[in-house]
């Protein structure tokens, strides 16, 4: 057969596979990108941590949480570390001190919503969470995925935030952003605290607050939290992680484009 009418090679992407899942907190994407990034042998990449990680230093170093110019500047030499775990959770290490779990106090929490306002810290970290997944990339991303998996193919990576979809990987080829009701986001954020501080406030007044941290998060003017174009839209308000990971993964083998709208789904 003359060479010119050969079938044409079937390429296989060579470019890393890059997921983004987005939303509010409590919408259950930590939980859910950590297991989708396990099943798939991916990394998993939460960009709320650095944000975290940088509001704790601040607050450990006394930095005015007004003074934006010393806190970007510590967001540009931030030294975080993000080790993958065999459960798919991320121990979180910052200038070598493993603070995991003290980034995820109320008092953290809250500082990371404030400097999380400020375009120069959001440029900086922005930064930091592509170097972090390149980084990740490079080393040949994580190893050993889960045993039901097939070897992967390529490497990639599961990143999940407020702005990864629009803003820190605009080009990946699968975005989702998932929802849930604010009681039903507070119940969960109450168990977190509770498994962090060993105590919770109630779930009215985590209500009250997370109300205030969409609010500073939607109406930002840098990196606002919004739903990318293309993205798949998923209410996690009545699902089990179980069912909100198998969702997503209907979506992944051929992916998304404008014409995919699944049964319960929405593209936004
Ligand atoms: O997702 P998580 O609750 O850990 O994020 C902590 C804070 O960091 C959020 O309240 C949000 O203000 C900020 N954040 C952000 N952009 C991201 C991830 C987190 O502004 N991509």
């Known amino acids: ?3 010119d009418m050969a079938p044409a090679p079937r390429h296989r992407s060579t470019r890393p596979l890059v997921i983004t899942i987005d939303g509010p907190a409590g919408a259950g994407k930590s939980t859910a990108a950590k297991l989708l990034a396990k099943q798939l042998g991916l990394m998993y990449l939460d ?3 650095t944000y975290r990680a940088l509001a704790y230093a601040a607050l450990r170093r006394r930095i005015d949480l007004a003074d934006r110019r010393r ?3 510590l967001g540009r030499a931030l030294p975080i570390r993000l080790k993958p775990l065999e459960s798919g959770a991320v121990r979180v290490l910052l200038n070598g001190e493993e603070v ?3 980034i995820r106090t ?3 929490t809250e500082a990371a919503a404030i400097l999380a306002q400020y375009p120069s810290v959001r440029q900086a970290m922005v930064r930091l969470q592509r170097r972090l997944a390149a980084a990740s990339l490079a080393a040949g991303g994580t190893p050993s995925p889960a045993r ?3 070897a992967r193919s390529q490497a990639g990576v599961v990143a999940e935030g407020r702005d990864t979809g629009s803003v820190v990987f605009p080009h990946a080829r699968y975005k989702f952003f998932l929802t849930a009701s604010t009681s039903i986001r507070a119940t969960r954020r109450q168990e977190e605290l509770r498994g962090v501080e060993g105590r919770a406030p109630s779930v009215a007044r985590i209500a009250r607050k997370l109300r205030q941290r969409d609010r500073l998060d939607r109406t930002r003017r840098t990196g606002p939290l919004i739903k990318p174009a293309g993205c798949i839209v998923l209410d996690t308000s009545h699902l089990g992680i179980e069912d909100v990971v198998e969702r997503l993964r209907r979506y992944l083998p051929h992916g998304p ?5 699944g049964p319960e789904n929405s593209i936004c």
């Open 1 to 3: 057969m003359p060479a």
């Open 47 to 49: 960009t709320g941590a």
């Open 71 to 73: 806190l970007a500047r």
């Open 100 to 102: 995991t779990r003290p």
């Open 106 to 108: 109320e008092r953290v």
């Open 148 to 150: 039901d998996v097939p």
């Open 257 to 261: 484009n404008s014409d995919c709208v």
